[in-house]
């Protein structure tokens, strides 16, 4: 089993930036690639980032792409996202996602996920 643990979720201003964290514990070694998604209320849960754990392939979904950076740390089992410029309609939970695969832009796709973080964005 894997457990992942988010933290740095919050209330920022709009234009303002938040950076999340998500600890992994447990068989981390079965884990190629780690994610965020998120989900609004009423809405389906999206992809935002992903990262391969051994490798630094990453790849960000279309509204987050050059405002959102993800990255990770080895040493740690710790992953980020860093988020700049954030926007109201960036407001949700967002979880950390891991699977046993390389890849992967769908939520069905991951095996793992956190509790999530609530991300509140003001205008």
């Known amino acids: 089993q894997v457990q992942l643990v988010e933290s740095g979720g919050g209330l920022v201003q709009a234009g303002g930036s938040l950076r999340l964290s998500c600890a992994a514990s447990g068989r981390t070694f079965n884990i190629y690639t780690t994610g965020w998604f998120r989900q609004a209320p009423g809405k389906a849960r999206e992809f935002v980032a992903r990262i391969n754990w051994s490798s630094t392939g990453t790849a960000y979904g279309d509204p987050v792409k050059g405002r959102f950076t993800i990255s990770r740390d080895d040493a740690k089992n710790t992953m980020y996202l860093q988020m700049n410029s954030l926007e109201p309609e960036d407001t949700a939970v967002y979880y950390c996602?891991?699977?046993?695969?390389?890849?992967?832009?769908?939520?069905?796709?991951?095996?793992?996920w956190g509790q999530g973080t609530q991300v509140t964005v003001s205008s």
């Open positions: 996602a891991a699977r046993t695969y390389i890849g992967g832009t769908v939520s069905v796709e991951y095996d793992y």
